[in-house]
């Protein structure tokens, strides 16, 4: 295929109907989680949450394969976008490149040694810097389109290392509706908590209005 005949949706979007199963595996997971020391990064902690993901008897049965830390390129010059934390790949057969489904993990409510303790709400959602948008992560990955091209859903994953898993999700609710213009925040759907698993209540979205359609971005919180 030509450069000019190349579809602006360069891959087909991630199948709904995993979603839930990713979502439900790293709860699963979660559980087994741990930091290691006061204000570990959170890679390692990632990293410890893929060798778990990765022996989930009911992910393992699906469609899907995790990989963790993978280069994300743009469709043009090959630009690198950043590395995806997390992401599962959906096999589609031959029909290549194959959707694929991105998990961004920030830590939250961490004691520093020499700077005491720190939401980092700001480096989860977005900061309040001169920083341009595509130098942000957080949220700001998926609102962006770094993270989101030709898809429709992602997950950002919060560690939050004092436990306060309810103090942390508030925080990061009104951070979003602070900077709702910023993030792109759907005027007619609020955060909400997400029925993407019945019955489950620690899953939250917030839907975004991005340049190539609506996106959302599922927050999954525990404590490490």
């Given at each position: ?126 900061t309040e810097t001169v920083k341009s948008a595509e130098e942000e992560q ?87």
């Amino acid at each position: 295929m030509s450069e000019s005949n190349t579809p602006d949706q360069w891959r087909e979007p991630f199948p709904d109907t995993e979603i839930p199963y990713i979502l439900a595996a790293v709860l699963r997971c979660s559980i087994k989680m741990k930091k290691e020391d006061a204000c570990e990064h959170e890679n390692r902690l990632t990293i410890r949450l893929a060798k778990l993901l990765l022996r989930d008897a009911v992910i393992l049965a699906r469609p899907v394969h995790l990989d963790w830390e993978a280069w994300e390129f743009g469709t043009e010059k090959a630009e690198l976008f950043g590395r995806l934390d997390l992401r599962y790949l959906y096999s589609t057969g031959i029909r290549h490149p194959w959707p694929c489904f991105a998990l961004e993990a920030k830590r939250l409510h961490v004691t520093f040694p020499r700077g005491g303790w720190k939401s980092l709400v700001s480096e989860y959602v977005t900061t309040e810097t001169v920083k341009s948008a595509e130098e942000e992560q957080g949220m700001m990955c998926f609102v962006t389109g770094r993270y989101s091209g030709g898809l429709r859903a992602g997950a950002m994953l919060g560690y939050v290392y004092d436990g306060k898993v309810d103090e942390a999700r508030t925080a990061i609710h009104e951070a979003i509706v602070k900077h709702a213009g910023k993030l792109r925040l759907s005027k007619t759907q609020q955060i909400r908590v997400s029925t993407v698993i019945p019955d489950e209540s620690r899953i939250t979205e917030s839907i975004h209005e991005l340049p190539k359609g609506v996106f959302t971005i599922y927050q999954v919180l525990f404590g490490v």
